[in-house]
């Protein structure tokens, strides 16, 4: 390898990566089962879907600010009852058209998922309220209104679909030795653990938590050129979904922190709190590491996360 470059671009790189196949005997690429080929379709599929989603939302709240912006202090723009009202009532002369009862039952029928007649006729006092206060910038004959109506619609269904696809994930993984290990931790839900395995691929074709390291990218790459020392930093080559997932959960865990007892956060909490205190993101990547390492020998020797049993190894 000394006599390439880092960068494999050039002819010569090539024929000296040819020439090294003669030379050097290299191992036998593991081989994995065609479950984490699946996993791993759904998980960027499910990522897909999900930046299709943030896009429509930005495109629907540009809109929704000029036909009617008070929509969205009502509730959760991403929560399936906004997407309902929006459909129904993209103007504010949509909801002033029709009297309390009629938008308690459309409300009501409208909504996929169970709705109480009570919180249908709260939302509706609080649509009629919004509307009565609404001041929109378009006319209510603007075809932007309708296209509003079809980024809800549109929302409405890859929401569905995101759902769908964890089920799926969660039926064929169910029994699997990783799903259990994953959702033995606290923070970690069905969705992130069925991501995990899908961007993680069969975790036991890591030799030691250096390789897998490596591979997620939060390894340390050091630099230094005579008396220059450029300050250490993770190395960012590896699979940056995989690092997007595990830096979520880490934050996540550390918003359930009184909830639910975890040697991660203790550990996250150690390194902000030392004499050098580390920066947010870098006590992060710590525990990243941490993560990781406990994963790969939970699962190799077939255990579960226990907070008690985490506590010694801690100390030690």
Do not use: W
Request: charged share 30%.
């Amino acid at each position: 390898m000394a006599t390439m470059r880092r960068n494999k671009t050039d002819i010569s790189d090539a024929h000296e990566l040819a020439k090294n196949h003669f030379k050097i005997a290299r191992t036998i690429t593991y081989q994995q089962d065609h479950y984490y080929e699946e996993m791993c379709a759904m998980t960027r599929y499910y990522d897909e879907v999900d930046a299709e989603m943030t896009r429509l939302r930005s495109r629907m709240h540009a809109i929704l600010q000029l036909s009617f912006p008070e929509l969205e202090t009502l509730l959760t723009p991403s929560s399936a009852l906004f997407l309902n009202i929006v459909q129904l009532y993209p103007r504010p002369s949509d909801a002033l058209a029709h009297s309390k009862t009629v938008i308690k039952n459309r409300l009501k029928q409208n909504t996929r998922k169970r709705l109480s007649m009570a919180r249908a006729e709260q939302k509706e006092m609080l649509l009629l309220e919004a509307a009565e206060n609404a001041y929109p910038a378009i006319e209510p004959t603007d075809f932007r209104c309708e296209q509003v109506k079809d980024y809800a619609l549109r929302l409405t269904e890859l929401k569905e679909k995101k759902e769908q696809l964890v089920a799926q994930m969660v039926a064929i993984s169910v029994d699997r030795k990783e799903y259990k290990v994953f959702r033995s931790f606290p923070g970690i839900g069905d969705t992130t653990a069925c991501r995990l395995i899908g961007e993680l691929g069969d975790i036991r074709r890591f030799k030691n938590a250096k390789q897998l390291n490596a591979y997620v990218g939060i390894d340390i790459m050091r630099y230094q050129s005579g008396n220059t020392y450029y300050k250490d930093r993770i190395n960012k080559r590896g699979n940056n979904k995989l690092r997007k997932i595990l830096f979520f959960m880490i934050s996540t865990m550390i918003t359930l922190r009184k909830r639910t007892d975890n040697h991660l956060v203790d550990y996250y909490d150690k390194l902000k709190t030392q004499p050098q205190r580390k920066p947010h993101k870098v006590a992060i990547v710590a525990c990243m590491n941490k993560f990781l390492k406990i994963a790969l020998h939970l699962i190799r020797h077939d255990l579960l996360y226990d907070y008690e049993s985490a506590l010694p190894a801690q100390k030690s």
